[in-house]
């Protein structure tokens, strides 16, 4: 199994959760909810964007998945 490949992918969902908090943290200032909310959701998603973007560095590169690392992924 190509662990690297696996992780490049796991780090690109990460990136789209944290993507997601972060239009969660716009909404909750669009809506005026307290303040700890709005600067917690944005806190969240800073670090998992960051995190992402971390891993997909360090996972670059060209790779062939296979069907065992598929199967890596459903774990």
Same mark, same amino acid.
């Given at each position: 199994?190509?662990?690297?490949?696996?992780?490049?992918?796991?780090?690109? +969902?990460?990136?789209? /959760? =944290?993507?997601?908090?972060?239009?969660?943290?716009?909404?909750?200032?669009?809506?005026? !909810?307290?303040?700890?909310?709005?600067?917690?959701?944005?806190?969240?998603?800073?670090?998992? +964007?960051?995190?992402? /973007? =971390?891993?997909?560095?360090?996972?670059?590169?060209?790779?062939?998945?296979?069907?065992? !690392?598929?199967?890596?992924?459903?774990?």
């Amino acid at each position: 199994m190509n662990k690297r490949v696996v992780f490049h992918i796991v780090s690109i +969902v990460t990136l789209v /959760i =944290g993507i997601a908090m972060g239009v969660c943290s716009a909404l909750s200032y669009f809506w005026q !909810d307290p303040v700890a909310t709005q600067s917690s959701l944005l806190t969240s998603s800073a670090i998992t +964007v960051i995190f992402a /973007i =971390g891993l997909m560095f360090l996972t670059r590169g060209n790779s062939d998945l296979s069907r065992r !690392d598929g199967a890596g992924l459903q774990l």
